[in-house]
């Protein structure tokens, strides 16, 4: 609900028919100026058509983020990093994909800030969930996490799995494939030591 210059993304999908949109909105009197960033696994893009773009005073834009020509289609992940380069603003997104990796439709606000620490409170791990966690390191180095799942039927305890995010890129967990992991619900902690996640 506040303004801020600075929003971040982790999980976009841009794959074969997949729609990824954020959503701009600006509800102050002045116009707001924005650069985006497309963080793939083959780097960061900077699109000319985003750099330096207007958002009007009471209005808002929408960014097709797999837009043929200047956004990053056909990827399977990619983070969005939204910085204003004069004004505040609030980030959404709308994403739509129905293929055998993603199905359905979601609208989620966007993370202002980064943390040394993202809970979770529920999550699945069965044959009928698809459960999958996008870490986003926006740094200009490497961040080391670890990812902490609690069964709800401790047994031997949590989980820990520890993941290297690259500077710039975006990094998955599918809890599917997360050894040691009993099916059924979960929480999990995800957290890094220098707040870039």
């Known amino acids: 609900t506040d303004l801020s210059?600075?929003?971040?993304?982790?999980?976009?999908?841009?794959?074969?028919?997949?729609?990824?949109?954020?959503?701009?909105?600006?509800?102050?009197?002045?116009?707001?100026?924005?650069?985006?960033?497309?963080l793939t696994d083959d780097g960061v893009r900077r699109p000319s058509?985003?750099?330096?773009?207007?958002?009007?005073?009471?209005?808002?834009r929408i960014i097709d983020v797999g837009a043929e020509g200047a956004g990053a289609r056909g990827e399977t992940r990619v983070g969005?990093?939204?910085?204003?380069?004069?004004?505040?603003?609030?980030?959404?997104?709308?994403?739509?994909?129905?293929d055998?990796?993603?199905?359905?439709?979601?609208?989620?606000?966007?993370a202002a800030v980064t943390a040394e620490q993202w809970w979770f409170a529920a999550g699945d791990k069965g044959s009928d969930a698809t459960e999958r966690y996008s870490i986003m390191n926006p740094?200009?180095?490497?961040?080391?996490?670890?990812?902490?799942?609690?069964?709800?039927?401790?047994?031997?305890?949590?989980?820990?799995?520890?993941?290297?995010?690259?500077?710039?890129?975006v990094a998955t967990i599918d809890t599917g494939t997360v050894s040691g992991l009993p099916e059924g619900a979960h929480g999990a902690v995800v957290s890094t030591t220098d707040g870039s996640a």
């Open 49 to 60: 058509a985003y750099t330096g773009y207007p958002v009007p005073a009471r209005s808002t």
């Open 80 to 98: 969005v990093i939204v910085t204003a380069a004069r004004g505040a603003l609030l980030v959404g997104r709308a994403a739509s994909a129905d």
């Open 139 to 169: 740094g200009e180095t490497d961040a080391e996490v670890s990812v902490v799942f609690f069964p709800r039927e401790i047994v031997r305890g949590p989980v820990v799995v520890p993941v290297t995010v690259p500077a710039r890129r």
């Open 100 to 110: 055998d990796a993603r199905g359905g439709t979601t609208v989620s606000s966007v």
């Open 5 to 38: 210059s600075t929003w971040y993304l982790a999980d976009g999908y841009t794959v074969g028919e997949a729609l990824h949109e954020v959503i701009l909105m600006n509800p102050a009197d002045d116009q707001v100026v924005v650069d985006v960033e497309f």
